[in-house]
């Protein structure tokens, strides 16, 4: 796992319980020059973990998959094995137009807010993994998230996900919501959507969130980046033939492939605020994380960036991997360097 930080991230608010070596950011691949690398051996549960998915996703979609039954295969999957805690409140909200779950917990306090968009690959919800991930995050930092259900693909294609998701960060501000006080965060395309949001709340003259959390973002619907083709077969996860056809799903047209809205790796990242990026050594997205970190890193962006090994795309939503919590624990420390939320016990 390695981090760079830069700008208005002094290096002594960034703490990290393990050994560090100081190496570089590249664009790609493994770690060389500047930075901050943590070694760290998965735990025997990331490594059992990885071998069961292995086992039970190692085919991936057809091209003539029935996304949507699949979809309803995938949430009772979701409803069966993934609980959330039972102090966890969970509320129902129409954000003009938008559905969506309020999720708070007994440590939730006034004015902080996580506007979480979900992971899915476009075309696929988890509402109790989600919830719960969101729940621990809110644990950590005495905070309430927003979880939008957005529109999903192929029903609605691009650009229905993005103008919910942008349609929900419109919602906070206009019900009085400080967006000092709120952090977006999301993984996979859950982070696509975040980058997104970010760009079109600026490009709209729309104040920007505090922070942003970045969880093995998908940047680039090219697929350009070298660790799609590197890690394919390692990911137990994520498949490179399913990634292009969820892609075909999302995005018809390959002429909208370097849209910032549809991959906002090439967007513009000057005047962003902070951004936090986690990913797995050996996943597909590891690269896409890479290059979007040092990409707004260039534009003098305070960034962090780790990179964990031998975790599944999405490790975080585990919780019961030691790896999770501790992902946790860096994510809320970034959040509370650059938002005040430091006064929770933990």
């Not at 501000?173 to 079109?200: E, K, M, Y």
Request: charged share 20%; aromatic share 8%.
């Amino acid at each position: 796992m390695w981090c760079v930080t830069r700008r208005s991230a002094p290096r002594a608010a960034v703490r990290v319980a393990t050994k560090v070596e100081v190496h570089e950011l590249p664009e790609t691949g493994e770690p060389s020059g500047l930075g901050r690398v943590i070694e760290h051996r998965p735990s025997w549960r990331t490594r059992a973990l990885n071998a069961l998915l292995k086992i039970t996703l190692r085919k991936g979609l057809s091209l003539d998959a029935d996304v949507p039954a699949l979809r309803r295969y995938y949430e009772s999957l979701d409803a069966r094995y993934f609980k959330v805690e039972p102090d966890v409140r969970r509320v129902a909200v129409d954000c003009a137009g938008v559905f969506a779950e309020w999720v708070s917990v007994p440590q939730t306090r006034a004015g902080r807010v996580i506007l979480y968009l979900h992971g899915g690959s476009f075309a696929f919800r988890y509402p109790n993994a989600h919830a719960a991930l969101a729940a621990r995050l809110c644990r950590r930092l005495g905070a309430q998230a927003l979880i939008p259900d957005y529109r999903l693909a192929p029903e609605h294609p691009f650009p229905a996900a993005p103008d919910d998701c942008h349609a929900a960060y419109r919602w906070l501000l206009a019900r009085g919501f400080d967006p000092q006080g709120i952090v977006i965060a999301g993984d996979s395309a859950g982070g696509n959507l975040a980058l997104v949001t970010l760009h079109r709340a600026k490009r709209d003259g729309e104040p920007l969130p505090a922070c942003a959390v970045l969880l093995s973002p998908a940047v680039d619907c090219t697929m350009g980046s070298p660790s799609m083709v590197a890690n394919d077969g390692m990911d137990p996860i994520v498949q490179l033939n399913s990634l292009l056809v969820l892609r075909r799903h999302y995005v018809p047209s390959p002429h909208q492939y370097t849209d910032p809205e549809v991959s906002p790796l090439f967007g513009d990242f000057d005047g962003f605020p902070p951004l936090f990026f986690q990913a797995g050594s050996t996943e597909l997205l590891r690269d896409e994380a890479t290059r979007a970190a040092h990409k707004a890193h260039a534009a003098g962006v305070d960034v962090e960036l780790e990179l964990w090994p031998g975790v599944a795309h999405g490790f975080q939503v585990a919780g019961f991997l030691p790896e999770a919590a501790l992902a946790i624990d860096h994510i809320a420390r970034f959040v509370e360097a650059r938002t005040g939320w430091s006064d929770m016990e933990v």
